[in-house]
Every structure is written in structure tokens, then in C-alpha cells.
């Protein structure tokens, strides 16, 4: 007897794939063999192999008509057919498949194994769910917020002219991507909750949001609620078999999308917007000190766990104020985010006798992440001297957030690090904004130069 693991799906993700399933799994029976059958539907993956099912699994069919990703079968005899075949005889299937199926390279597996480690040890919870939506508007978001930018290059009121290119690029900006940002953010992140069944429900609630004024937070509202209304209902609907296939294309979009809907409108949007609001006029009129504070809080955010959640959270916030035409933020999160890089990467200059050869060299790599805006690139470091390197740019990222937001800097592309500054417009206060990226990386390097024994000192140390 084989062990076999299987996977089903079409293009509708209605019939063909739990007939398929059904087939493959009469047929291991009929042979005698032991099958699991994992099926992607349009009500999402249902059945879903493990890691030890696939580990146990002596061959591993394939019976599909769409693209399925088969990385995580790496190492194991794959055999590939489509739904239509396993539906006319999953016997036949199977014994071909016995035959014929091939190893994938040996060498993929252990790539494979470090790669879902390590995508496993960062999707968890609510996190998980924030970070697949926001990973969704930021292509959107840049996007727009650079349309949005070229427009301005024309004059501040060169798009108020209808049939100019101003006003176009604007329309492709601000009317068209910003006005995804909400709904596309809610979507995913209901995506995230409860796969293909949450993503209706999530836009519709996005786009309430964005009608009634609730803003990102609106957004992130309907998501979450839509996401875990679907898992619900999905938990709480039971149909006859006959009627399963109704399930993913009318009942639980129709009942999800009523009660996000309805509570959007009638409880959570009001309130929510009052919130937005009360937000967004504070910001705006927040100046001096206050502004300060608030960029100096972001900008150490931004250093604190370089791409870890407590970055995520300063960047949501920064990016879902976008859409509230608040850019100020979006300015102070993104120098901040800059300097850790950057700042190391002086410091392997200034003080060579601190740094191995090999920190030389990863500091030259730091400094092109720094200008591109990847904070990660500090994690080498902060890794191997945690005690005196994150201090060191926490400090330098929170002087820079601080005058970001002191000089009332604004960014309107949530990426793309110093590429974004030379579009006209993009930045405001280019020459302030400037500045603080220069003072935070100094200030950094001046730090971890301090603080940093020279190697001869902890040789000495050591020893």
C-alpha cells in the first residue's frame, strides 16, 4: 500500500475540483492505497496538507487546471494531470501516477524547509492579516502617490484645468489608486482571514468606509470584521451536498457582505469616521514640539525592531493617513527608516579598527538598502551587538522622525527611498527633509563608533 497526497483544483474552483477529489479518492480505495486530497476551491483550500502528510506521502498527484504551486512537494515523485483525466478514472490516474511520477531536485528541499520556516514563524494572528493587506495598497499606493506627485510638478493648481495632463495624472492618483487603497486594504486582510470567501465582503466593507469618511481605520474595521464573519458563517451554514457549490459564489457573499454592510453603516462607520476625523485634524494641526514628539516616537519605532511588528505598526499608520491627504507622517516614518542602514554603514567608514573585513563589506551593502529604504539592512548588525547598535540607531532614527515632522517635511510615495526625491513635488520641505536623513545617519554613526570596542579591545576582552 502507497501512501499518496493529492491536490485538486479549476478554474471556478466549484465542481471540478471536489469531483476530481471524489475520483482520486474511489480510486485509492478500489487500489488499495491510503490518499489525503487537499482540494482549492473557490471556497479556499479545504483538506490542507500538512508538512508531516507530505513528509509521510510516497507520491504526490497533482489533478489540476490552474497553476498550483509545487514548492513545498520539493524532493518527492510528482505526478501532474489535469482535473478532467482523475475525474474520468482516479484508479487509472493513480497507477500512472505510480509509475511515471519524477523527483523534483534533492537540493530544493532543504531551501524549501528554511523558506516555509520561515514564512510560518511570521504569519500569526491579526499580524499576519494586517500585513497581507497593507503588502497588497503598497504597490497601489506608490503608485498613485507618484502620479500624484507628477501632477504637482505642473503647478500646484495645474490639475483644477480639465484635459490637461495634470489633471489626468491627478485622476490616475488621487481618484483612481487612492480611492483602491481602503477597500483593496480590507479586502486582503478579510483575504487573510477566511481566502477567497472573505475578499467580497472585505472591498464592499473598504468601500464603505471610504464613502462614509472612516478612513484606513474604516478599512482595517471592515476587514477584520468581514474576515471572521465569513469564518463564522462558513462554521454555522450547513447544506445539503447537492448545494455545497452555492456556498462560495451566493451565500456567503450575500450574508457576509449584508451584515459588514449593515455594520458599517448603521454601528461602526460613524463612530469610526468621528475617529478619523478627530485624528487627522489633530495631526494637521499638530506643529512644533508636539509634531516632534509624534516624530520622534515613529522615527524610534522605525528602528526599534527593524521590519519587525512594531516597524509595521509606524508604517500602517503612516501609509493609511495617505488616503486622509496627510502627509507628514508618511515623511518622518520614511527617513527614520533610512538611517539605521545608512548610519552603520558610516560608521564601518569612520571607524575601521571596530569592523571585520567582512562588517566592511556588509556595511557597503547596508548603505545601497539604506538609500532604497529597507531598514533590514541593519540587522546584521544589530544582531552580532544588540546592547550598543540598537541604541544607537533608535537614537538617530528619532532625531530624524522628530525634524521630519518639526519642519512639517511630506512625502506622498510611501517608498522608493532617495529615487522619490527628485520627482518634483514628491517631497515637501526638500531641503529640511534633507537634513534630518543627514543628522539621523550621523548621529548613528557617531553613536555606534562610541559605543563600539575596537576589535583589538574585545579581543582583549575575551581572552
Known sequence: MSKIVAVTACPTGIAHTYMAAESLKVGAQKLGHDIKVETMGSSGVENQLTEEDIAQADIVIIAADTNVDTSRFAGKPVYTTSTGIAIKDGAVVINEALKSATVTAEKYVSETKEISARRSAQRTGAYKHLMTGVSHIIPIVVAGGICIALSFAFGIHAAEEEGSLAAALMQIGGGAAFALMVPVLAGYIAYSIADRPGLAPGLIGGMLANQIGAGFLGGLA????????????????????????????????????????????????????????????????????????????????????????????????????????????????????????????????????????????????????????????????????????????????????ALSMYFRCTLRAPHGGIFVLPIPNAVGNLGFYVMAILAGTIITALLVTILKPSLAQAKTHVS
Not at 476625523?277 to 514628539?293: F, K, P, V
Open 222 to 401: 471592515a476587514g477584520f470584521i468581514a474576515g471572521y464573519i465569513v469564518l463564522w458563517l462558513k462554521k454555522s451554514i450547513k447544506l445539503p451536498k447537492s448545494l455545497e457549490g452555492l456556498m462560495p459564489v451566493l451565500v456567503l457573499p450575500l450574508f457576509s457582505t449584508l451584515i459588514v454592510g449593515l455594520l458599517m453603516v448603521y454601528v461602526i462607520g460613524t463612530p469610526v469616521k468621528s475617529a478619523m476625523d478627530w485624528l487627522t485634524e489633530g495631526l494637521r494641526s499638530m506643529s512644533g514640539a508636539n509634531a516632534a514628539i509624534l516624530g520622534l516616537l515613529l522615527g524610534a519605532m522605525m528602528a526599534l525592531d527593524m521590519g519587525g511588528p512594531v516597524n509595521k505598526a509606524a508604517y500602517t499608520f503612516a501609509v493609511g493617513l495617505l488616503a486622509s491627504n496627510t502627509f507628514e507622517p508618511m515623511a518622518a516614518v520614511m527617513a527614520a527608516g533610512m538611517t539605521p542602514p545608512l548610519g552603520i554603514a558610516l560608521a564601518t567608514f569612520m571607524a575601521k579598527n571596530k569592523f571585520t573585513p567582512e562588517e566592511h563589506e556588509a556595511g557597503k551593502a547596508a548603505a545601497v538598502l539604506g538609500i532604497s529604504f529597507i531598514t533590514e539592512g541593519a540587522i546584521p548588525f544589530a544582531a552580532a551587538d544588540p546592547l550598543r547598535v540598537i541604541p544607537s540607531i533608535m537614537a538617530g532614527s528619532a532625531v530624524t522622525g
